[in-house]
Structures are given as structure tokens and as C-alpha cells.
Nanobody, 123 residues
Framework: QVQLVESGGGSVQSGGSLTLSCAVS????????MAWFRQAPGKEREGVAS???????NYADSVKGRFTISHDHAKKILSLQMTSLKPEDTAMYYC?????????????????WGQGTQVTVSS
């Protein structure tokens, strides 16, 4: 079975940086559909960024220019580099994957999920 395990979360000051990682196993496909989502208390889960082996990357408007998603297919690691962090970035972050070919609407990728890692940004 496909398994996703996040790591790298923690507490950071506003303006700081943090990199999240997601170890992927059991994902036996040449292509990939990988994404990061987040959910803050009392709010809906939202898509943060995605990476598609055929179509490239997508980002939520709120994180454009600050976050970078990447995927090392050989090492089976999905990463999210976050810079210039803001208190509003505070949330539980989840990595997700779907089966290629990727659905055109990346925020609907939902076949596989990790357990989440907490990111807290203080002012």
C-alpha cells in the first residue's frame, strides 16, 4: 500500500524558514501527482502546492513566491521549502498523492494522505 510520512514541522518566528519532507513508499508509478495541503483550526483544508510529472507545479496565491515544492522521484521524497513565513501559515500540513495521469484540478488529488506535521509561526 502507498504510505506517506511527513516530517520537519515545528515552531518558527515570523519571517523564518522551514522545510517539510514527505517520505513516500509503495508508489510504483513512473509519473507522479504529489501535493501539500494544510488545515488550520476552524478552517477548511486548503491546497498549498502541487507537482505533476507532466504539467509542473502549482501554488496557492497566498504562498506564491515564498514556498517551493519539489519531488525527488528516485529518493521517494516530496519536499516543501517555506520561506518568509507568516503567522497565517500556521496549520497542520499534509502531503498527498494520486494515481497518474494526474487529474487536471490538483486540489482534488486525494487517494493517499500522510498523517500530518504541525507548523506554528509566531510573531
Amino acid at each position: 500500500q502507498v504510505q506517506l510520512v511527513e516530517s520537519g514541522g515545528g515552531s518558527v518566528q515570523s519571517g523564518g524558514s522551514l522545510t517539510l519532507s514527505c517520505a513516500v513508499s509503495g508508489y510504483a508509478f513512473q509519473g507522479y501527482c504529489m501535493a501539500w495541503f494544510r488545515q488550520a483550526p476552524g478552517k477548511e483544508r486548503e491546497g498549498v502546492a502541487s507537482i505533476d510529472s507532466d504539467r509542473g507545479t502549482n501554488y496557492a496565491d497566498s504562498v506564491k513566491g515564498r514556498f517551493t515544492i519539489s519531488h525527488d522521484h528516485a529518493k521517494k521524497i516530496l519536499s516543501l521549502q517555506m520561506t518568509s513565513l507568516k503567522p497565517e501559515d500556521t496549520a497542520m500540513y499534509y502531503c498527498a498523492a494520486d494515481v497518474p495521469p494526474c487529474l487536471p484540478i490538483w486540489t482534488m488529488w486525494s487517494n493517499y494522505w500522510g498523517q500530518g506535521t504541525q507548523v506554528t509561526v509566531s510573531s
